[in-house]
């Protein structure tokens, strides 16, 4: 009964905490309830293939169990175990039965808790005797299965530097009992079971033991799958509660083999063993409760220690993490609802100026709000959302300097969900808030300052165009001048053409009568001077010398009209040189005996020098003709110059003329000394006042009676040498 | 006159005061013994290619000189000059223009067409008698050479 009872309560618990953990971890039921697993061929009694060829072994059924046991259902395939350890790892497999926990493996796979601990041992062929530790496998041949946590082992722990591996251990056992190598390393039980199932008896396991070489086994899942891990962990977790795995267990390692028992034999069973068997029951029963006691006080000393461990690493935890707010960059602090502190660090005292060495813990700190009433609505705002980012709040420092703190804050509640305090973070962004305003202060006044540049731009772009329109207007004008001017440039082309097509005229044909005149005058001279007496002669004498003046005025206004058609060419010439070559080809001999003639120093002139020769020649001529009845006769040439024109002269000591009559000087064909006085034709100054007007320069006299006269003429200075 | 391969002076003149005038001023350098005077450029032209009224006259009978006026009716004196001198056969003839003006244009055309010298025909008759002499002598002999 009371085991009944025992075994009742116990199925009824497991059930319980089946259902606990399953109800507990819903989110398992996700996944897919058919796993795929892969298993040794030689690894007996864990895993091997059986007679039928079925995938067989102590881990086998320990896996079956426990995935049984965790609803799941599984397919195993064979494979050699560096295949099926590689299968793992790309996931063509789920789960390993039985893998040997190394750091190595843990890199790539996930293990459930160990269900298993096997010590290693070294296999030589009976009779040797050279290997006593470890330490003598240093110069021997060794060898392994291929990726065996024991060839991890002695290559970590570099046992030997000669070291062959083989693709299963019953060959790495052939080889070792033909001699060709010294010493096969693996799991003592294992190694035991592979020997006498391939029936090598030669071969034995020495006796020490190789501590380093203790080896947890787990199931094993793809590194990171810990929805199957903790299937498995909880799947194996059961069947080691309850008597699944003390079962397996028997069945690979119990002391005697298990009888087939037929009928008759549980017949006789119950006849003759059955009172016996109930009172050994019955202290079995006593005996299974006292395991099962001293199990469970285990299993609760085991969750003491790991509690207290669990309490220790908490312990650590928090002290660290409170250190690392104690130095936070940033003031942390937590209150209960009605602002009392609690907690606070280093950079919360700074920022409030607050004493160091006080203790605020417990006290309020009502002076912390300039404005008292912001409180509520932070508090306000904090207990609806939880949690409140990056806000502003106006605070005041012990010494009541002002500042502005940027807060970071939440709440903290009780297990029933009601807020009991606030924990936070804040900054001082005083004088990051100043800089804001400052830069904003500055931007505000840049804008100011651009929209008034702006409005100055706009007025003179405003002005600009009015100017541009004027401008459009002048040009419009210009063009219309322009225009005009060339009109007028037409014209005078036309009447240039018009009026040298005059002058020829009038030199061919004015010209013509004149000289029949004269010349008919002759022939009635010659031909007929018997028949003439003196008077006669004397009216051809008028005729012929009118015929000539007449000549000679065609002769000047030809010459005058030239100078207005002919185009000027002007080089630099040398008025000097030219004012006395001048005088010396016009000038007798017996002028140039009676005048002095004085040259002064003068500039050169930029000028038409045909031209200018004629003004000369007239100039000279003039002063020579007017001075031919005087007793001074002097005549002197000079000049002088200012910064745009050079002005020369002429200064003769003749007959002079009077003063109000100078507007007639320059004038064509105006005279003013009588014909028997002074030769001439009116026209020599006119020419000089013409040609000195084309060099842009201007003609002027001074004069006295008797006394004689000055004249001046102009020449602007070469503006720009070379044009 | 009769024998038109006699004429030695060749004188191109429309106005026939001013034609007068050269004659007698040839006269009285003794020139005017064989002088042809024609009034116009065409007339000139027909007498030297042997045209016209003159196609009786031997073609290669030349004046030894021409005296030519610029002003012509029908053919002017520029265009008697240019085809002249344009002509192997003619050209060796020596032209002298005789003109009313300095026109500078005048002159220095004539001089690029080929004239061989000119004559400023000035009212004064006197000088007018000078210049012909001086030139007329010059030319008249220089062309007997040949």
């Known amino acids: 009964m009371t085991k009944n009872f025992l075994k009742l309560f116990f199925t009824m618990t497991m059930l319980l905490s089946v259902m606990f953990i399953c109800a507990d971890q819903t989110p398992l039921q996700a996944v897919k309830d058919t796993i795929s697993i892969a298993s040794e061929p030689d690894y007996p009694p864990y895993c091997f293939v059986d007679e039928n060829g079925e995938a067989a072994g102590f881990s086998i059924d320990l896996f079956l169990s426990a995935a049984k046991a965790a609803g799941l259902d599984v397919n195993i395939k064979i494979g050699i175990w560096e295949q099926i350890k590689q299968d793992l790892a790309e996931g063509k497999v789920d789960a390993l039965p039985f893998v040997g926990r190394t750091p190595e493996r843990e890199n790539l796979y996930d293990f459930t808790m160990p269900y298993l601990s096997l010590h290693g041992a070294v296999f030589v062929l009976k009779g040797t005797k050279d290997i006593n530790s470890l330490n003598d496998l240093k110069e021997k041949s060794i060898v392994l299965m291929k990726g065996d946590n024991a060839e991890e082992f002695v290559r970590r722990e570099n046992i030997s530097d000669n070291i062959v591996t083989t693709a299963t251990f019953e060959e790495a056992f052939i080889t070792l009992a033909n001699g060709e190598y010294d010493a096969v390393i693996t799991q003592r039980v294992m190694g035991i079971e592979l020997l006498k199932k391939i029936g090598i008896k030669n071969i034995i396991p020495l006796d020490f033991h190789i501590p380093q070489y203790r080896q947890d086994f787990c199931f094993a899942v793809q590194k990171g799958d810990m929805q199957l891990l903790n299937r498995l962990n909880e799947g194996l977790s059961i069947v080691i509660a309850n008597d699944t795995f003390e079962n397996i267990r028997n069945k690979w390692f119990g002391p005697s083999i298990k009888e087939k028992i037929s009928f008759s034999h549980i017949l006789r069973y119950l006849l003759f063993i059955l009172i016996p068997v109930l009172i050994i029951i019955a202290v079995g029963n006593i005996f299974l409760l006292r395991r099962e006691v001293r199990n469970k006080t285990r299993v609760l000393n085991n969750e003491i220690i790991q509690h207290k461990s669990t309490l220790k690493d908490l312990k650590i935890n928090e002290e660290k993490y409170h250190g690392m707010i104690m130095n936070l960059l940033e003031g942390f602090y937590s209150v209960t609802l009605d602002g009392i502190l609690i907690d606070y660090n280093n950079e919360f005292t700074n920022i409030l100026n607050l004493e160091p060495d006080n203790d605020y813990t417990g006290k309020n700190l009502p002076d912390f709000w300039q404005n008292p009433k912001e409180r509520e609505i932070y508090v306000n705002e904090i207990l609806q959302n939880g949690i409140i980012k990056n806000y502003e709040i106006k605070a005041k420092k012990a010494d009541g300097a002002e500042i502005v703190v940027m807060v970071n804050s939440r709440i903290i509640k009780d297990n029933t969900g009601n807020p009991i305090r606030i924990e936070g973070t804040f900054l001082d962004v005083t004088e990051r808030k100043h800089a804001l305003e400052e830069l904003q202060k500055m931007k505000d006044k840049l804008e100011n300052t651009v929209a008034k540049r702006t409005a100055q731009l706009q007025e003179k772009v405003e002005k600009l165009s009015k100017s541009e329109k004027a401008m459009l207007y002048i040009i419009e004008d210009l063009n219309n001048i322009t225009a005009e001017l060339h009109e007028e440039r037409r014209k005078l082309v036309d009447s240039n053409e018009e009026l040298e097509a005059f002058a020829y005229s009038v030199s061919h044909d004015l010209r013509a009568p004149l000289r029949a005149i004269d010349g008919f005058g002759k022939f009635l001279f010659n031909d007929y001077a018997e028949k003439l007496d003196a008077e006669g002669k004397r009216f051809i004498n008028v005729i012929r010398t009118n015929a000539a003046k007449m000549d000679k005025l065609i002769l000047d206004l030809l010459n005058l009209s030239r100078i207005f058609r002919s185009d000027i060419a002007k080089t630099e010439v040398d008025m000097g040189a030219v004012a006395e070559s001048i005088y010396l080809e016009i000038a007798d001999d017996q002028e140039k005996k009676q005048f002095k003639m004085k040259i002064k120093e003068i500039p050169n002139a930029f000028c038409d020098i045909t031209l200018i020769k004629q003004v000369w020649q007239n100039l000279i001529s003039n002063s020579l003709k007017y001075s031919s009845k005087s007793e001074i006769k002097k005549i002197e040439i000079g000049a002088t110059e200012n910064k745009k024109e050079i002005i020369y002269y002429i200064k003769d000591h003749g007959v002079g003329f009077d003063n109000k009559y100078i507007d007639k000087l320059f004038k064509v064909f105006q005279r003013l000394h009588k014909e028997d006085e002074f030769e001439g034709t009116g026209v020599g100054l006119a020419i000089v006042k013409r040609i000195i007007k084309r060099h842009g320069g201007k003609v002027w006299a001074e004069g006295k009676v008797d006394e004689g006269a000055t004249f001046y003429f102009s020449l602007p200075k070469q503006e720009n040498p070379g044009d | ?146």
Not at chain 2, 70 to 97: A, Q, S, T, W
Not at chain 2, 112 to 140: H, Q
Request: proline share 5%.
């Open chain 2, 1 to 146: 006159m009769d024998n038109l391969s006699d004429i030695e002076i060749l004188l191109v003149e429309d106005n026939p005061n001013d034609a007068e005038m050269a004659l007698r001023a040839l006269k009285q350098n003794n020139l005017s013994n064989e002088v042809l005077i024609v009034g116009d450029g065409e007339e000139a032209l027909d007498y030297l290619y042997s045209r016209g009224k003159y196609a009786d006259k031997c073609p290669d009978h030349h004046p030894k000189i021409i005296l030519l006026d610029l002003k012509l009716p029908k053919v002017d004196g520029k265009e008697v000059l240019r085809i002249l001198k344009n002509d192997p056969e003619k050209k060796i003839i020596p032209v002298i223009v005789l003109t009313s003006s300095q026109e500078e244009s005048d002159i220095l055309e004539t001089y690029t067409l080929g004239v061989n010298s000119y004559i400023v025909k000035p009212v004064d008759f006197d000088n007018f008698v000078d210049a012909v002499r001086e030139i007329g002598l010059y030319w008249l002999l220089l062309n007997q050479q040949f």
